[in-house]
């Protein structure tokens, strides 16, 4: 069995080993029962990494096309407790193989390899003796389940019950007015009837790119960026054009140049807590970005996730509060503020655009939940929001202030990073010799999980980054994790790797 794999290509070497596999066993090279290599053996063979060949064979597990048995290997076929049993002469009916046949004449019009490749790798993660420290996701000992409890109860039991029926796509009309309200911090002027209610900011992303983005358009993203609405885009057919974030945000120079040359359809940006730097866009530049939407007919999708997380001072104010046009469209989550497993977020928009989008809302799942908006109204409503809001500021303060002491304390000289002024990340740039998937490798071994920047790059080759995530974990935890993830890069540079990282941020795909 030949496997060739091109180091070049903007396919990731995981599918391209897939790949290969898939058509071997497709074509009968590989016959059912056929014993695999093990992945320790396919990886020296093949001169990839553990991690490559894991989840190339979870890739064809998924597809039914192998199986592994505990201790023993895997195999092409599915497990034969899954198997029809045998009931001819011939055995043709046993062809461990042949009840997934089918599902290789069945296209597929929708992938998430990005997601995909995050969840294989951190899978490994969930382990006691392992610290974890790319969730990006909040502390569950700081969500008001109490106060969240409380009001669920009284609206089922209080509420005029008619609130349960089949609900509007915009979503209930409090939380709407609420949401308007809000958005005067972040000077944006809103009502009631500009407010569309979502389940959760992914699939605000994603209304707005099935709505507006066809195969083809380019869309600008900031270069690394939220690796879902990467795949979000890629399901589109959008051509990713990457554009460079420094401490500054977005860099409107390029965005300038890069727009001129693509025309693209839409830009998608996180100006406050960036996701992964933590960097936040200066005021100036969210002006000149409005402009720019302005003058050439362009959308801007701003994702604002967790804004009231900003450690310094006030956010500036919102890209859409420069929005003369109606070319911004902002996206609002309560998963960092409230709690994830609500699903709730809202997407703020202008005329037609907003109307457009509550068709699309209308396609995909109706409306959101009419009992989780309420009880996620009443609860935004109350005193207490603010005050909950206050108290994990202060504690996610304190996180990211224990890892940037212990990024000082440990790295190597060579290592630097960004200093996040909100949210709940930062990324870490590594040595040139260095690549991210050694980082997590050897990070690994060491027992501490990171994000393995190429995850969150649009384009081949990403530099070499990545993410840590502070905000889940107490600060003698972050300051451990971040001492044995230096311990392993140490390790990697004496052992001399030898790979250089070909380029900066590139601009296309």
């Not at 039991?157 to 089949?166: A, G, I, N, T």
């Not at 929005?323 to 997407?347: A, E, Q």
Request: glycine share 8%; charged share 25%; aromatic share 8%.
């Amino acid at each position: 069995m030949r496997i060739d794999l091109n180091r070049t290509s903007d396919v990731p070497l995981y599918r391209q080993l897939h790949a290969s596999l898939a058509r071997s066993i497709r074509g009968g090279e590989l016959g059912p029962g056929t014993k695999l290599p093990s992945v320790r053996a396919m990886s020296r063979e093949l001169g990839i990494s553990l991690i490559t060949v894991v989840q190339a064979y979870d890739a064809l597990a998924a597809e039914g096309l192998v199986h592994a048995s505990a201790g023993r290997g895997t195999f092409v076929g599915c497990h034969p407790a899954a198997c029809s049993p045998v009931d001819d002469a011939d055995g043709d009916a046993g062809d461990q193989a042949g009840a997934d046949e089918w599902l290789a004449s069945l296209p597929v019009y929708l992938t998430a390899p990005r997601i995909f490749e995050m969840e294989s790798l951190l899978k490994f993660a969930r382990r006691p003796d392992v610290i974890y420290l790319a969730s990006g996701t909040p502390d569950a000992t700081l969500f008001p389940v109490r106060a969240i409890g409380r009001i669920w109860h009284r609206a089922m039991v209080v509420e005029d019950p008619r609130f349960l029926q089949y609900g509007s796509p915009r979503g209930d009309a409090n939380l709407r007015a609420w949401i308007a309200g809000r958005c005067g911090a972040s000077g944006i002027q809103a009502r009631a009837d500009d407010v569309l209610i979502t389940s959760g900011v992914q699939q605000a992303i994603d209304l707005v790119a099935r709505t507006f983005v066809g195969p083809g358009d380019y869309v600008l993203v900031e270069s690394p960026t939220f690796l879902t609405a990467l795949d979000i885009f890629g399901a589109r057919g959008a051509k990713l054009v990457g554009v460079p974030v420094d401490s500054r945000g977005i860099r409107i120079d390029m965005v300038a140049t890069l727009v001129e040359r693509f025309r693209p359809r839409m830009l998608y940006t996180i100006p406050t807590a960036q996701n992964p730097t933590g960097s936040t866009m200066v005021e100036d530049r969210r002006r000149r970005l409005a402009d720019l939407a302005r003058r050439h007919n362009m959308l801007i999708l701003e994702d604002d996730s967790c804004s009231e997380f900003t450690y310094e001072g006030d956010a500036p104010p919102a890209v859409k509060a420069f929005d003369s046009g109606g070319h911004v469209i902002f996206v609002k989550g309560f998963s960092k503020t409230v709690v994830p497993g609500l699903r709730v977020g809202g997407i703020v928009a202008h005329s037609s655009v907003m109307s457009r989008l509550a068709e699309s809302k209308s396609v995909a799942d109706r409306f959101a939940s009419t009992l989780i908006q309420r009880t996620l109204w009443r609860y935004l409503s109350s005193r207490q929001y603010d005050r909950d809001l206050a108290m994990a500021r202060s504690v996610y303060r304190r996180r990211r202030d224990a890892m940037l002491r212990a990024l000082e304390t440990h790295m190597p000289a060579e290592v630097t990073w960004t200093r996040p002024d909100a949210g709940f990340n930062l990324w870490v740039n590594l040595p040139r010799s260095i690549s991210p998937t050694e980082a997590f490798e050897g990070g690994m071994k060491e027992g501490v999980a990171c994000g393995p920047g190429h995850l969150f790059i649009p384009h081949v080759p990403p530099p070499a980054g990545v993410r840590l995530s502070f905000a889940d974990k107490p600060e003698h935890v972050i300051a451990e994790g971040v001492r044995r993830l230096a311990t392993a890069i140490k390790r990697i540079q004496e052992q001399g790797s030898g790979r250089l990282r070909e380029s900066e941020f590139v601009t296309t795909v």
